[in-house]
């Protein structure tokens, strides 16, 4: 079963992902995609990740898939040619897997994987965020949610590329999961319940 989370910015997908992961024994890919096309790219991975974060747009249209759209630069475009590969490549190696973001909900329909959305509400996301703040990173719940914001517009126009789907539209994903107020530990044991059941 192929697993897939969309989530927005502070809202514990990627918790959640992992934890639900370890759960049910499944390999997990996140960032180890962004290690696989630095590696494969021979490019930093910082770039990489910054590349395909952009929220750039150019108009220069180009096909991804198979449809005709805008593009971020000549760069970040092979980047995300580069990623959908190997997400199609892990897919056929017919394991179980979740992967979170990078829209492989799409990328992999035709696979038909289970996917989710997690969410939270905006003081909820911050209260996340400031917890894991970097070094040097400011504390200001404005300035942080100024950030949410302007990662999640990101996050809407890299869908763009590759659906004319809306992105956190619930008729996109077959679970939609509020953390707010909720132990992300508790609603991964209860979501992999979940899964367990379906597979029967």
Same mark, same amino acid.
């Given at each position: 079963?192929?697993?897939?989370?969309?989530?927005?910015?502070?809202?514990? &997908?990627?918790?959640?992902?992992? @934890?639900?992961?370890?759960?049910?024994?499944?390999?997990?890919?996140?960032k180890?995609?962004?290690?696989?096309?630095?590696?494969?790219?021979?490019?930093?991975?910082?770039?990489?990740?910054?590349?395909?974060?952009?929220?750039?747009?150019?108009?220069?249209?180009?096909?991804?898939?198979?449809?005709?759209?805008?593009?971020?630069?000549?760069?970040?475009?092979?980047l995300?040619?580069?990623?959908?590969?190997?997400?199609?490549?892990?897919?056929?190696?017919?394991?179980?897997?979740?992967?979170? &973001?990078?829209?492989?909900?799409?990328?992999?329909?035709?696979?038909?994987?289970?996917?989710?959305?997690?969410?939270?509400?905006?003081?909820? @996301?911050?209260? @996340?965020?400031?917890?894991?703040?970097?070094d040097?990173?400011?504390?200001?719940?404005?300035?942080?949610?100024?950030?949410?914001?302007?990662?999640?517009?990101? @996050?809407?126009?890299?869908?763009?590329?590759?659906?004319?789907?809306?992105?956190?539209?619930?008729?996109?994903?077959?679970?939609?999961?509020?953390?707010?107020?909720?132990?992300?530990k508790?609603?991964?044991?209860?979501?992999?319940?979940?899964?367990?059941?379906?597979?029967?």
């Open positions: 079963m192929i697993i897939t989370i969309s989530r927005q910015f502070g809202s514990g &997908g990627r918790e959640l992902g992992k @934890r639900l992961a370890d759960l049910l024994g499944y390999d997990y890919y996140d180890e995609i962004l290690d696989q096309i630095a590696e494969n790219k021979k490019l930093d991975k910082d770039y990489v990740e910054k590349e395909l974060s952009s929220a750039a747009l150019k108009n220069i249209p180009v096909s991804f898939g198979h449809t005709m759209m805008p593009i971020y630069s000549a760069s970040s475009t092979d995300m040619v580069e990623e959908r590969k190997i997400i199609e490549e892990i897919a056929t190696q017919g394991k179980d897997f979740i992967i979170v &973001g990078r829209n492989a909900d799409v990328i992999l329909e035709s696979y038909k994987p289970f996917n989710i959305f997690v969410c939270a509400d905006m003081d909820a @996301r911050i209260d @996340r965020c400031l917890k894991h703040l970097r040097g990173e400011s504390s200001d719940r404005k300035a942080m949610e100024k950030s949410i914001k302007k990662i999640d517009k990101s @996050r809407i126009r890299t869908r763009t590329i590759v659906t004319e789907r809306e992105w956190g539209d619930a008729s996109s994903y077959h679970m939609v999961i509020n953390t707010t107020g909720y132990d992300i508790l609603l991964a044991k209860i979501t992999a319940g979940a899964i367990k059941e379906l597979q029967k």
